[in-house]
């Protein structure tokens, strides 16, 4: 398997058919092919050798389609940025995986002097943006235009295909070496599960591009050859608007996003019945909020995907029918390319009921960690990923993450779980999206504490609030105290940053603020 | 990827869901994981190590798929044997991969001796059928019953997972190694196309399972996790009879089984409602054949996969959108693990019209010919398979194979293509079944000859057959002789050995017979 492969076989079987649309620009796949064999040779042409790392900080279009094409094409290795992190932070990513050269948009333009200052080995820079070109940069498409095109180094199978840099919400930040074989192997899964693509469909591109999620959405629809739409980032309107312009048939999203789509007040101008398939993934959704997807989108199905960057990244799949059947609480099942065991510490198989670690193993198992055997020894055990996240799993084999993002409060002695609390609290009908924490307590040691985006127009207390999650869940699980708040804050992937809820009431050594 | 990692998902998620029927055999997902795991035991008891091969000799059986199961997971390697050889054929495929443990069933324990002629080196016989135990030979179950269940080696990835000797109809059987890789890469394009599974569906081998064909049909029903019915071979009552007994959904027929089924006088005696996927190869199907099997199964999709053992085996679908199109006489385009270019004798990709050399590239291309690196240098180059067969791809990407088994007529200087005359012939109604073969002709060089299995009742002369035929293509195409027979020569695969057909008029230097 190789990246290139659906770009080759898209431009023979359908020269002629859409590939790409962003903003005005509309290209076919005929058109990509030659746009991404220019392109790979400006990149030879630029000094770029075999398996040298290439980055790109930008956000949705498509020259990053072109970007994650024509990198293999020239036989060189994947390096997208995520765009939340701060100049430091991309210094040390492109420091750290010795690239040399990036591909930047107008949006970032303005961080290169400081991204320099942490990275004095950064070469040479194309600008991938409409805007004026930055100093010292080459234009993209005057390189497209000018350079010879190359023939495809069809690099694949166990080579490098990229290093993702994990931009989870804890943790120093390590590159995740992942081959064409590893993403072709979830991106193949994702396809066979027949949840997410439909052949000669339609495909957007709201959330961002340098995450595994996304990408994975982009493999898939790149391996059925139809068309992908970019937004440049998501925005409620921007979103609706291109669903209902590009009749777009399937997106990814996570559930903050979900949420964001459905209760916008203008959702009910816009036809979004074009929809069938919305991929979440990042955390699980809210009954609430999915019972009102359900009916804005009257012909999506709705599947969760569970995994992680070191898996290329799916998992487990929960599909449209566990999701009309109500078993929300689940990551669901492990797909076609994947094996998963709950272990304890010892590498033993937990009993089914029982939490443990979620181990995974198949072709989608990162090769390592850049430049870290030691942590990918520790990662990967005779072939099984550790995850890191603490789940159970039942008879039927659903996996249920009790742990994700060490998301456990201990409170009076009694463990719970953050999620089951969030469900509970997103169905009352005040609740437009919430995040459940603990909070340092003197009686209780935590103390469970939700905070709450209001739906529109309406008021909740503690009160009423305790009293509509009592009816739902055990007393000692029921919120203790209540923030209500505009806005959470959200990652770059969508995930609410719970540590940073956490931080105005723990210092990072885990201690009580004053 | 590893070919048991179907077996643990099953047994996990669906336990005592049925996996395999077999006669009055009925065994669930964990009864079937037990019996792979003890009876990988009892392979190592018996002296297997990593890495050797294990045979099987073998009708279809549910030991036959707890073998392709408990191979791998004794770190050991499949290697099927093709049951239509003749015992100095099947040792020299044994004694060519040095495998000294067979499995024989019933129907081809009286081959032993004669086998053990050609291959002295076999050193143990594990029968698996349910008569009388051969000399010499240990009992399945025995073994089964006394093993230790053993941990899964997970073999898996580039490790080799079996030899398959090519039962090709031309040339020197040679040993194609496949990886686990290669057999997952096309099992899940197979899965991918979303044209042959049904997520908990059952799927029945009627098809000899030493066969790719129906390995690869198989693999993908392993990786849905859905139910196996085994019939000992194909035969049209007990092929009809097990779909409605079983409620069976899809299964992997040939072209001339599929006329078989369809002309069979009972017939309308059955319930085939339940047939949703018809997967067929090895050869083209009629336009005529394919009009009544739509009637006879009218709820079924028909597929057409080309490829071959060496392609593990899938390079090309021709989905039920297409046969609905009536474009029956293309093979399909690249699937979505495949790509397909048809090349000149320089590997220069030709002009789409013009014939040329179909070449596929993916993770499903074999690892090469056991101990034959110079054939396997030649046959892949640069990681191209070079198929030996002729054809032509289309504007739209279709393939279309006009020498299929060196399957052209050359008369009077003019080429004829085989597939074009059969499709032409059997659409007359008095047709059943035909082969049509360039034979010697003083005044043609070669001149077409027809041979027909007539439709029950029916009769034909050559002037009827021409007439018909020229309302179908140019007159110098249209048969000039006609051999009415009774049944036609098929291989083991249910290919019409055509080179049988034309030893009557050939000798193997491809002069005149007399």
Redesign the interface.
Known sequence: ?YLT??L??AA????DGIMTICGDRVRTNREVRERVARLAGALREVGVGDGDRVAILSLNSDRYHEYLLAVPWANAVLNPVNIRWSPAEIGYSLRDSGTEVLLVDDAFAAMLPAIREHHAGLRTVIHCGDGALPEGALGYENLVAAAEPIEDA?R???DLAGVFYTGGTTGFPKGVMLSH?NL??SA??G??S?FLFQ?GGTFLHCAPMFHLADFAGWYGQL??GGTHVMIPAFDPVATLTAIQRHRVNSTLLVPVMIQMLVDHPAVADFDLSSIEAVMYGASPISEAVLARAMKVFPAAGFTQAYGMTELAPIATMLGPEDHRAGRLRSAG??V??S??RIVDTDGTEVARGTVGEITV???HVMLGYWNRPQDTAEAVRD?WMHTGDGGF?D???YVYIVDRLKDMIVSGGENVYSAEVENAVAGHPAVAACAVIGVPDEEWGERVHAVVICAPGATLTIEELREHAKTLIAGYKAPRSLEIVDALPVSGTGKILKRDLRDQYWNSTGRQVN
């Open positions: 398997m492969q659906g080759h076989r023979q079987q359908h020269p069809r694949g199978g166990e074989l072709g192997t193949m899964g396809v066979a027949g052949p391996l059925i099942k492990a076609s390319h094996e998963v193993r198949g072709g072939g799993m008879e039927q084999g």
